[in-house]
């Protein structure tokens, strides 16, 4: 099918479908989980849920590894220096897997508070304590993967991190069927089981990576170096993307709390907004991975030109399906909420808020598409400022005074909005203005 496409247009879908479809199915993975956990109890949902809502904190850590391996790897791609490439492959391996030891032990013993801090139900902790402490055993294996798949995408390469998401997503299914329910002779775990499935899938994801790597079925040659310098520099790109990740982490649980003021309706019809919106996120996720590699593989190969052009035509497809989706969101909401639920309320509600995010999914493209672009380039610092200053003066802190002063979830959601507008101007200007073109990775 892509044939028929310009081969400047094939470059960028080639990358950017299969990691849409790779987010996706990332989402679907967790929502499977708690489908099935479902059948057991209430107290299971909530368990499985907040224990993967923690899970958000341990991502903001993983975007030192994920931005600083494409921008850096990206760059040596685009020089076609693959010998450095995979040094610093090799590098952020390593330093993944020394990473990833403090963080497994600091989760494992934060896990019964995590809970308690939700002021949960003792049934919810006494769940969601072994189902928390059981997935610190994958912490390793995710960080390591990760930079695998990071470094596959710096490359290009975003089908294979596909096909392996799909293999493990099937396996997933019937790991939890046979897990959580004990069937055909395997013991009956309930939500321990749903952990222990997760578990396994994510350490035969990384297998399948390594043997990927081993025999040489990656752009990547197989060594075991560690450059101190070519740390350093991905850790000057990712940290400030790793703090601007739990920033904006910390926002959304306050703006959560905002919302929930407005009673159970109003914050069960965000959520399930949440849910939906976060399909249509999926081909922007794709997109910004193909700005990522694309600008960085641009400044590698001494083409910022180039890398501009990329950019620019990403930005355009990435713009034009997301319009496409947004008249899903403004002009038949009821109909998407009604497979989440059939109370009426929590219904409208929900669609209120896809009606007012339906209008900002195209400046949502800008958001995604050119932050995306300027973390390839290393241009973090800026990204940092500009998403810490928007969302703290145009979103949370109108929301929170909005709220208090006229009590309408209206005008708080019209802050969220504004928020979008903002950064999408505010992003467009300092890409047009091209200072990423000097910042040295």
Known sequence: MLRYFPKKHQKILKISLPAAVNSLLDMLQVITDLIMVG???????????????SLMFVFAILTVLHVGTSALLSR???????????????????????????????????????????GTAPEVVALGESYVRTLTWMMPF?????????????????KTPMKVKIASILLNVVLNYLLIFGKY?????????????????????????????????TPYLPVWYYSKNLLGRALKVGIPASIERALTFGSFMLFTVIIA??????????????????????????????????????????????AKEDVLLVLKYASGLMFF??????????????????????????????RIVGV?????????VLSGALRGAGDTKRTLKINLISLWFVRIMPAFLLSYYFHNILLVYLAMISDTFVK?????????KGEWQKIKV
């Open 39 to 53: 059948r057991i109890s209430a107290f299971a949902v909530a368990a499985v849920g907040l224990g993967l809502q």
């Open 76 to 118: 040596f791609v685009g020089a076609k220096r693959f010998k450095r490439a995979s040094l610093g492959l090799s590098t952020l391996l390593r330093f993944a897997f020394f990473l990833s030891i403090p963080a497994m032990i600091a989760w494992y013993f934060l896990a019964s508070h995590i809970y308690v801090w939700f």
């Open 142 to 158: 995710i960080f390591m993967k990760l930079v695998f798949v990071s470094a596959l995408n710096a490359a290009g390469d975003t």
């Open 185 to 217: 002779g395997f013991p009956e775990l309930g939500v321990l089981g749903a952990a222990v499935g997760t578990v396994i899938v994510n350490f035969l994801e990384f297998v399948v990576y390594i043997v990927l790597y081993l025999r040489r079925h």
């Open 261 to 306: 003021h407005y009673g159970t309706a109003v914050l069960a019809g965000y959520q399930i907004g949440l849910r939906v919106e976060g399909l249509a996120f999926m081909p922007g996720i794709g997109f910004t991975i193909a700005a990522m590699a694309l600008m960085g593989q641009g400044l590698g190969a001494k083409k910022p030109e180039q």
């Open 325 to 354: 989706l947004s008249f899903f969101m403004i002009f038949m909401p009821e109909k998407i909420v009604w497979l989440f639920t059939n109370d009426a309320q929590t219904i409208e509600e929900a669609s209120l808020y896809l």
């Open 360 to 368: 900002s999914q195209i400046p949502l493209a800008f958001n995604f």
């Open 424 to 432: 999408a101007i505010w992003l467009w200007m300092t890409f047009k």
